[in-house]
Nanobody
Framework: QVQLVESGGGSVQAGGSLKLSCAAS????????MGWFRQTAANERERVAT????????VYADSVKGRFTISRGNAKDTLYLQMNNLKPEDTAMYYC???????????????????WGKGILVTVSS
């Protein structure tokens, strides 16, 4: 059973930084897709940053390009999201996720993920 637990969220002023972590247990190394998503009460869950281990491809949402960076820990069991120059519109629940895709399948969407963390709140004040 794969378990994902997020940490590192909280409240910050606009322009500040936070680093989210996602600790995994179970067979996360067997999943080729991993990523961060976010959701507000008014919006559907959206992709923030996703990573495909099969070619080390990374995709960022246009709204976070140049500000956010997704990375993996050396032990491959932790996923990070470094968030810089935060804006009030980044306020949301952030979720880490992982999943498997077949040959030719894309990791870079919500439907590619099979397992989700419970989420962690990030609040950015102006």
């Amino acid at each position: 059973q794969v378990q994902l637990v997020e940490s590192g969220g909280g409240s910050v002023q606009a322009g500040g930084s936070l680093k989210l972590s996602c600790a995994a247990s179970g067979f996360i190394t067997y999943r080729n897709c991993m990523g961060w998503f976010r959701q507000t009460a008014a919006n559907e869950r959206e992709r923030v940053a996703t990573y495909d281990t099969r070619g080390s491809s990374t995709v960022y949402a246009d709204s976070v390009k140049g500000r956010f960076t997704i990375s993996r820990g050396n032990a491959k069991d932790t996923l990070y999201l470094q968030m810089n120059n935060l804006k009030p519109e980044d306020t949301a629940m952030y979720y880490c996720a992982t999943g498997s895709t077949g040959v030719g399948g894309s990791c870079h969407w919500v439907g590619a993920m099979d397992y989700w963390g419970k989420g962690i709140l990030v609040t950015v004040s102006s």
